[in-house]
């Protein structure tokens, strides 16, 4: 079964950066497209950024500009490059998988916390 590992999170100042990282693994994984989400407590998780490995990539309204994501030469790896972080910016974030086009967003990772100091 295929399983998503994200890592990178930690506790930055305003203003820093901060490089995510999702890993899938698991017998003959393969996915139409990859995507970060996060959720602040008390809040509905949010759309961050995905990347459709045709290539064309999407963000959500409150990152653009600031975040960027991208995919890794080993082929199951997606990372979110995170700069002008912003306390708002506070939540878990949570890679998921999309298997095939027209699907649900169907294998997620377990978060990994994202705290901006202000």
């Known amino acids: 079964q295929a399983q998503l590992v994200e890592s990178g999170g930690g506790l930055v100042q305003a203003g820093g950066s901060l490089r995510l990282s999702c890993a899938a693994s698991?017998?003959?994984?393969?996915?139409?497209?990859m995507g970060w989400f996060r959720q602040a407590p008390g809040k509905e998780r949010e759309f961050v950024a995905a990347?459709?490995?045709?290539?064309?990539?999407a963000y959500g309204d409150s990152v653009k500009g600031r975040f960027s994501i991208s995919r890794g030469r080993a082929g199951n790896t997606v990372y979110l490059q995170m700069n002008d972080l912003k306390p708002e910016d506070t939540a878990v974030y949570f890679c998921?998988?999309?298997?095939?086009?027209?699907?649900?967003?169907?294998?997620w990772g377990q978060g990994t916390q994202v705290t901006v100091s202000s």
């Open positions: 998921a998988a999309k298997i095939v086009k027209g699907g649900n967003w169907s294998t």
């Open positions: 698991g017998r003959a994984f393969s996915s139409y497209a």
């Open positions: 990347m459709v490995w045709s290539a064309s990539v």
